[in-house]
């Protein structure tokens, strides 16, 4: 009986864990323009006070990124690679990797994390405290740093947006980066090809 017991235990078990990956393409825009005082840039202070992700903090990011006009922002393709690990019988997070072409030089690859699941797919958030020293340049501190992934059980879809502003630690003004990255596309399960 014992031997039995052993070998029941010893047996792993496996969940059904999928692959997928996600092909999206984008834009990824740099300006360099400081926000005037006004009440947009105190939404930018409601946001970065708040430190997490709330309907009202993105409302009020957004509004402040149209105070800058169109030719303000420096405009290129992005094309992004997501490769999704899950348990699809739990519909459940377990790895995510990505890769951006041409990769902006502002990603933080050791940033925090958060995994989000709902009801219709999974969103991994990469953020940084406002304050924190960027690793990559250690003259910029972190305004906002918010870098989302996502995809959609239900319509077979990915996205990635992020929002990165950082302010030098000397004060210059017009020399801090925004950055915003905007990518959708379509997820399918990951095969090889060759």
């Given at each position: 009986?014992?031997?039995?017991?052993?070998?029941?235990?010893?047996?792993?078990?496996?969940?059904?864990?999928?692959?997928?990956?996600?092909?999206?393409?984008?834009?990824?825009?740099?300006?360099?323009?400081?926000?005037?005082?006004?009440?947009?840039?105190?939404?930018?202070?409601?946001?970065?006070?708040?430190?997490?992700?709330?309907?009202?903090?993105?409302?009020?990011?957004?509004?402040?990124?149209?105070?800058?006009?169109?030719?303000?922002?420096?405009?290129?393709?992005?094309?992004?690679?997501?490769?999704?690990?899950?348990?699809?019988?739990?519909?459940?997070?377990?790895?995510?990797?990505?890769?951006?072409?041409?990769?902006?030089?502002?990603?933080?690859?050791?940033?925090?994390?958060?995994?989000?699941?709902?009801?219709?797919?999974?969103?991994?958030?990469?953020?940084?405290?406002?304050?924190?020293?960027?690793?990559?340049?250690?003259?910029?501190?972190?305004?906002?740093?918010?870098?989302?992934?996502?995809?959609?059980?239900?319509?077979?879809?990915?996205?990635?947006?992020?929002?990165?502003?950082?302010?030098?630690?000397?004060?210059?003004?017009?020399?801090?980066?925004?950055?915003?990255?905007?990518?959708?596309?379509?997820?399918?399960?990951q095969k090889k090809k060759f």
């Open positions: 009986m014992r031997f039995l017991l052993l070998i029941l235990i010893s047996i792993p078990t496996f969940g059904a864990s999928s692959k997928i990956l996600c092909e999206l393409d984008g834009t990824y825009s740099v300006t360099y323009k400081d926000i005037k005082k006004t009440y947009l840039s105190e939404g930018i202070e409601l946001f970065k006070n708040l430190a997490r992700q709330t309907q009202q903090s993105l409302f009020l990011l957004q509004r402040a990124k149209t105070n800058f006009a169109e030719e303000d922002w420096e405009k290129d393709k992005i094309y992004v690679v997501q490769y999704w690990e899950v348990d699809s019988s739990e519909e459940t997070f377990k790895s995510l990797k990505h890769t951006l072409e041409p990769s902006p030089a502002w990603i933080n690859p050791s940033a925090d994390w958060q995994a989000d699941n709902s009801d219709t797919g999974v969103t991994i958030t990469h953020s940084m405290k406002p304050g924190d020293i960027h690793p990559l340049f250690p003259d910029y501190e972190v305004d906002i740093y918010r870098v989302s992934n996502t995809f959609n059980w239900f319509t077979g879809k990915g996205q990635m947006s992020g929002d990165i502003w950082l302010n030098k630690k000397d004060g210059t003004k017009n020399r801090n980066p925004k950055i915003q990255i905007m990518a959708s596309g379509k997820c399918e399960s």
